[in-house]
């Protein structure tokens, strides 16, 4: 299994940025999907999921609203589409499959 996560960066705060996940090794197709996130000297938190055909779709109160987390079963990739970013929004971002495998994350950064 391997999950390998982009689309990082440093952004504005207001600004937006787009996270991808590829996924490999299992059936991506068939599992829901989640996005945690880690913020430095704060324990890791679940972000947002979402149901194997997309169908049921989940957010922490705090991100709810501003972020939108999807999926590509053809390229066995699931997105996070960050909108209206503040700076409580920086941390390293992981994407998940069944909460056993995790990528190694991207580091968002939110400062003006």
């Known amino acids: 299994v391997q999950l390998v996560e982009s689309g990082g960066g440093l952004v504005q705060p207001g600004g937006s940025l787009r996270l991808s996940c590829a996924a490999s090794?299992?059936?991506?197709?068939?599992?829901?999907m989640s996005w945690y996130r880690q913020a430095p000297g704060k324990e890791r938190e679940w972000v947002a999921g979402i149901s194997s055909a997309s169908n049921t779709r989940n957010y922490a109160d705090s991100v709810k609203g501003r972020f939108t987390i999807s999926r590509d079963n053809a390229k066995n990739t699931v997105y996070l589409q960050m909108n209206s970013l503040k700076p409580d929004d920086t941390a390293v971002y992981y994407c998940?499959?069944?909460?056993?495998?995790w990528g190694q994350g991207t580091q968002v950064f939110v400062s003006s």
């Open positions: 090794g299992f059936a991506f197709s068939r599992y829901p």
């Open positions: 998940t499959w069944r909460e056993q495998w």
